[in-house]
């Protein structure tokens, strides 16, 4: 081989490296700066109509027995707990005890459903680690305040959802 054949392979390994680099360090800023390390809280607003419903009706409505007050924030990650107190919620209503010191929902209690609609969106190390996916809660309002209800959980589906949802 000649020296400038040499030389020629030696620049194009050098330039192939640092193109390399350079699209590492994108993505990298591209993660850090997009918020997919942490997980998010997306509001759909009227995305299920409003209505006034006794806990009763949604466990039939839903085929689940029992709905849960979670009101510890401290309970949650941090990432929850602070989406949850950025939007003035006071819990989470989960259809199963999450702890022991969850309130059981009475089935004569009224819940007003406001019409939006909650979508929590993973981290990516959520979804590597944990293999954790989209999760939907729709927004209610009881006596104990306002909370997100999960509807992942429910054994069958109880309300008509926008299109944004799916």
Do not use: W
């Amino acid at each position: 081989m000649t020296i400038t054949k040499l030389k020629s392979i030696k620049i194009d390994a050098l330039h192939y490296k640092h193109t390399i680099n350079f699209i590492i360090l994108i993505v990298l800023v591209l993660i850090l700066f997009t918020g997919i390390l942490e997980p998010h809280l997306e509001k759909i607003d009227d995305c299920v109509k409003p209505i006034t419903i006794q806990a009763r009706d949604l466990q039939i409505k839903t085929g689940t027995d029992s709905f849960y007050y979670h009101s510890s924030l401290s309970n949650l990650s941090s990432y929850d707990s602070n989406m949850a107190i950025e939007r003035n919620i006071d819990g989470y209503i989960y259809p199963g005890r999450l702890t022991i010191a969850d309130d059981e929902m009475s089935v004569d209690e009224k819940i007003v459903l406001s019409g939006h609609l909650y979508i929590r969106k993973p981290s990516v190390l959520e979804i590597l680690f944990n293999k954790t996916r989209k999760q939907r809660f729709l927004e209610i309002t009881t006596k104990k305040g306002k909370y997100l209800l999960l509807i992942e959980r429910f054994k069958r589906p109880a309300f008509q959802l926008c299109n944004a949802a799916m």
